[in-house]
């Protein structure tokens, strides 16, 4: 294992796996990346692998926005098959506070450029996903650009790219403090020793709160249990991944035919609990069947959980923090860390090789909070 490095990451998720590979792009490859356990162990390889550029705010909105235009390239630009597929997003709307903040979603969204429609419920039905049952559904937007890719695939291939370009990647090797010299980080702890950098990325998921404190810093980040589960193949049926927000449920088909999905349970606490629960394996088969009665007796293969590491703003954390130089902070995704991991990385690398980032991410940095910014994100599951 290295002992000095210019960049020590934290974490082995796709947030950064992606940005070892987008430093070492941009020339600064001795870099390490430190992994508690294996990649994509985090939140990562537990997500549904969405892509969705239908955001309530526009930092979010923005960050998918440019990060689609990475995604679009991602397979030959890392030369790996990620399971990258546009199939489009529908977001279902079911009651008046639906109706009323898809009208500012659209009206956001167009501003940016995104080609989002605004769907009747027999258009939802004849277009966009065929055999949905749509009662009580008032219209949809839709936005043919989003779609999926596989988590697994795409940290490995980034990570594999960034290893060709140098980075070392150190697997099983968790962190335990983050080191400080007179208001300035000088590397990371780990069981197998110190590695000694003048920058270090905190990029380790829900535990950076924990990373975080280590270095005399409090993140206003909430780990909450998420739930998901995965079908067995079934024959191709449906293009874009379906969610709502009212109804609380999103899903897809995988391109091998498997549907995965999941909702959130309004009595979840707060917490690092990852258990699977006999509720929701219910719940969610009765929600699946409900809305796609096609699939109301296909086998649920497997069931698991997973944590967002959500901020009061539903927007995540980006950047330097004020009292400790060289600790940047790359956490606080939610439940929406896959889709914006290219755009966010690549911003982060600029800004860590002192370059100005071409997206303001200064509104996302920690210094927001402070400030008592809470209102955010509606968009979430
Ligand atoms: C059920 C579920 C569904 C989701 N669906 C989607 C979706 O459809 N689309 C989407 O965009 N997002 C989705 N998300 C959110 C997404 O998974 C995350 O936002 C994203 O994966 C965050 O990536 P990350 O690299 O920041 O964190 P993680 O993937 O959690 O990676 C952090 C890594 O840090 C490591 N680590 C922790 N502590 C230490 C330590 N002390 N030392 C070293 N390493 C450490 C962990 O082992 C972990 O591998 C979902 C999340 C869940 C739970």
Redesign the pocket.
Known sequence: MRRTADCVI???????SSLAYYLAKRGMTNCVV????YL?????G??????RQQWSTEPNARLAIESMALWKGLEDELDRDIEFLQGGYLVLGYTDDDVRQFEANVELQRGLGLDVEVLTPTEIRDRAAPGLDTRGVRLATYCSSDGSAN?FLTTQAYADAARRLGVEFELF???GRVLVEGGRVTGVETERGTVSAPVVVN?????SLL?ARTAGIELPITPWR???LVTEPVERFLDPMVISFSFGIYFRQTRHGAVIG?FADPDEQPGFNQTSSLDFLTTMSRKLGRLMPRLASVKIVRQW????DATPDGQPILGHVPEVDGFIQ??G?????????PKVSSLLAQLITGERPDLDIDRLNLRRFADGATAGERSVV
Not at 34 to 37: H, K, Q, R, V
């Open positions: 934290i974490g082995g998720g796709v947030v950064g430190l992994e508690a356990s994509s162990s985090g939140a990562t537990r997500c549904g692998g969405g892509i988590p090797t968790p962190v990029a380790a998921g829900s535990h990373l998420r739930e998901i999941g959980a997973g944590l967002y790359a956490c995704f939610s439940g929406h860390g896959f889709m914006i991991a």
